[in-house]
């Protein structure tokens, strides 16, 4: 492969627009051309250096930035993760392809349709898996049986390094855990963010590229320990964490309600009126700055400083009490605190039933992306928001948390608490609601959800 030809693989790589041949095409090229993996390093470092000068020259040299190409300008999220991911399925694997392995710890249980990520690994049931062999599955899922009793099932695409007889790191994607012997107990997985110790359990392990980790409990519990927090996070069957990556180390946690209007839950509080966004404080106020609220003959959206009341809906479906967005319209929400505060936590509540269908909870769906800002001025909401200046604080989808596959497993209340590591999610004065909506059953409109509070709680 000539090197005008592979540049325009890495740049299609880069774009998010690399086809599966030319995928395979470039991954046999780095495999065997050292030339090519130090080109192919060379052009990720650049790439990063152009969009790190074209985000801090952006306000200086406008004529300049302008000029470069389009490539560096247009970097999507898809392609950031695209970029992450073959760096981890081929630069952090030949990188250190040559360091010895330990002894056998595990070996191969059933394996259903894999693909791994190299043309030439070969792998059958009851091969052993050594010390400190990385597992690079492309598609398909593959059991990793440890020498403790514990089963570990990943999924495609996943990459995961045996570290001994009781655990690994996952680097990338979802492993599903089963440590039911005494001999598993204590079995751990590690991810760049967090690191979950079993009690005798079953749960789910993932790792995105971008470096957010989560867990799901099945059965029993488990401890996750974040960096530098001397506290664990005690997790039991029914409970998930995320956590994001950063310094502040923010965790979502979402629970189901007791689906009354007292809005009860595991661990996260009811609404509060004493919280720092309540209207009775007199500070903040809130304001829809993307798309528009429901308007219909019946019963529309409540407005946003419903959001602000300190209580939520006092039935399953009361739209008149609930704040939501016009179908198929993902909109925005600021919140102004009219100041820079430390906050603990914020909590956002919803809850949805319909009256007639039991099954249909989709408007109890709580999905988006919250934005943090700690300046006197709200950066602009249009294009990438952290382009602009947006902290990215935390990512939520509830159906994932509650691993949604029909209609009926979908809580009908549902409260959702982010909070960060040390006790502090971080000093922002603006927060930004970014909501997507969920498809609906039997149609292909996309419901928005019925919001009934927002509560931002004050470290103090």
């Given at each position: 492969?000539?090197?005008?030809?592979?540049?325009?693989?890495?740049?299609?790589?880069?774009?998010?627009?690399?086809?599966?041949?030319?995928?395979?095409?470039?991954?046999?090229?780095?495999?065997?051309?050292?030339?090519?993996?130090?080109?192919?390093?060379?052009?990720?470092?650049?790439?990063?250096?152009?969009?790190?000068?074209?985000?801090?020259?952006?306000?200086?040299?406008?004529?300049?930035?302008?000029?470069?190409?389009?490539?560096?300008?247009?970097?999507?999220?898809?392609?950031?993760?695209?970029?992450?991911?073959?760096?981890?399925?081929?630069?952090?694997?030949?990188?250190?392809?040559?360091?010895?392995?330990?002894?056998?710890?595990?070996?191969?249980?059933?394996?259903?349709?894999?693909?791994?990520?190299?043309?030439?690994?070969?792998?059958a049931p009851g091969d052993g898996v050594?010390?400190?062999?990385?597992?690079?599955?492309?598609?398909?899922?593959?059991?990793?049986?440890?020498g403790s009793g514990a089963i570990a099932?990943?999924?495609?695409?996943?990459?995961?390094?045996?570290?001994?007889?009781?655990?690994?790191?996952?680097?990338?994607?979802?492993?599903?855990?089963?440590?039911?012997?005494?001999?598993?107990?204590?079995?751990?997985?590690?991810?760049?963010?967090?690191?979950?110790?079993?009690?005798?359990?079953?749960?789910?392990?993932?790792?995105?590229?971008?470096?957010?980790?989560?867990?799901?409990?099945?059965?029993?519990?488990?401890?996750?320990?974040?960096?530098?927090?001397?506290?664990?996070?005690?997790?039991?069957?029914?409970?998930?964490?995320?956590?994001?990556?950063?310094?502040?180390?923010?965790?979502?946690?979402?629970?189901?309600?007791?689906?009354?209007?007292?809005?009860?839950?595991?661990?996260?509080?009811?609404?509060?009126?004493?919280?720092?966004?309540?209207?009775?404080?007199?500070?903040?106020?809130?304001?829809?700055?993307?798309?528009?609220?429901?308007?219909?003959?019946?019963?529309?959206?409540?407005?946003?400083?419903?959001?602000?009341?300190?209580?939520?809906?006092?039935?399953?479906?009361?739209?008149?009490?609930s704040v939501y967005f016009a179908n198929?319209?993902?909109?925005?929400?600021?919140?102004?605190?009219?100041?820079?505060?430390?906050?603990?936590?914020?909590?956002?509540?919803?809850?949805?039933?319909?009256?007639?269908?039991?099954?249909?909870?989709?408007?109890?769906?709580?999905?988006?992306?919250?934005?943090?800002?700690?300046?006197?001025?709200?950066?602009?909401?249009?294009?990438?928001?952290?382009?602009?200046?947006?902290?990215?604080?935390?990512?939520?989808?509830?159906?994932?948390?509650?691993?949604?596959?029909?209609?009926?497993?979908?809580?009908?209340?549902?409260?959702?608490?982010?909070?960060?590591?040390?006790?502090?999610?971080?000093?922002?004065?603006?927060?930004?609601?970014?909501?997507?909506?969920?498809?609906?059953?039997?149609?292909?409109?996309?419901?928005?959800?019925?919001?009934?509070?927002?509560?931002?709680?004050?470290?103090?």
């Amino acid at each position: 492969m000539n090197p005008k030809e592979r540049n325009e693989l890495i740049d299609a790589l880069l774009e998010g627009k690399i086809s599966e041949p030319g995928m395979l095409r470039l991954e046999a090229e780095l495999s065997v051309d050292p030339s090519a993996r130090k080109a192919y390093f060379e052009r990720i470092a650049l790439t990063q250096a152009l969009m790190d000068e074209a985000k801090s020259s952006q306000t200086r040299h406008t004529h300049a930035v302008t000029r470069l190409p389009s490539i560096w300008l247009q970097w999507r999220p898809l392609a950031a993760a695209a970029a992450m991911v073959l760096f981890g399925l081929l630069g952090w694997r030949l990188a250190s392809g040559s360091s010895r392995r330990g002894g056998i710890v595990a070996h191969f249980g059933a394996l259903q349709e894999c693909r791994w990520v190299a043309a030439n690994t070969r792998n059958a049931p009851g091969d052993g898996v050594h010390r400190g062999q990385r597992l690079e599955l492309s598609s398909g899922s593959a059991e990793v049986v440890f020498g403790s009793g514990a089963i570990a099932k990943l999924k495609g695409p996943c990459i995961f390094e045996v570290e001994s007889a009781n655990g690994g790191f996952l680097l990338l994607g979802e492993m599903k855990t089963l440590a039911a012997t005494p001999e598993s107990k204590g079995f751990t997985v590690r991810t760049r963010t967090a690191r979950v110790v079993d009690f005798g359990t079953e749960f789910v392990t993932s790792a995105s590229a971008d470096g957010q980790s989560r867990v799901e409990v099945t059965s029993g519990e488990v401890e996750v320990h974040l960096n530098g927090v001397q506290s664990p996070q005690r997790l039991r069957k029914g409970d998930t964490l995320s956590v994001e990556a950063g310094n502040a180390q923010v965790m979502a946690r979402i629970e189901s309600g007791d689906e009354t209007a007292a809005f009860r839950f595991p661990t996260i509080e009811p609404p509060s009126d004493r919280d720092a966004a309540d209207q009775s404080q007199g500070r903040a106020s809130i304001r829809v700055v993307k798309g528009a609220l429901a308007v219909n003959k019946v019963a529309g959206s409540a407005p946003p400083q419903a959001l602000l009341d300190g209580h939520a809906q006092s039935r399953p479906d009361s739209p008149e009490e609930s704040v939501y967005f016009a179908n198929n319209v993902d909109g925005m929400l600021l919140l102004d605190l009219s100041r820079a505060i430390s906050i603990a936590r914020i909590n956002t509540y919803s809850w949805h039933q319909n009256g007639t269908f039991a099954d249909q909870r989709v408007r109890a769906v709580q999905k988006f992306g919250l934005y943090g800002f700690a300046g006197d001025q709200a950066p602009p909401t249009e294009g990438r928001l952290t382009e602009s200046g947006w902290t990215l604080i935390a990512r939520v989808n509830s159906d994932e948390f509650f691993r949604v596959t029909e209609p009926r497993d979908r809580p009908a209340q549902q409260a959702c608490s982010i909070s960060g590591a040390h006790g502090l999610v971080g000093r922002y004065r603006f927060l930004l609601w970014e909501f997507q909506g969920t498809q609906g059953p039997n149609t292909r409109d996309t419901n928005p959800t019925f919001y009934g509070e927002i509560d931002v709680h004050e470290k103090r």
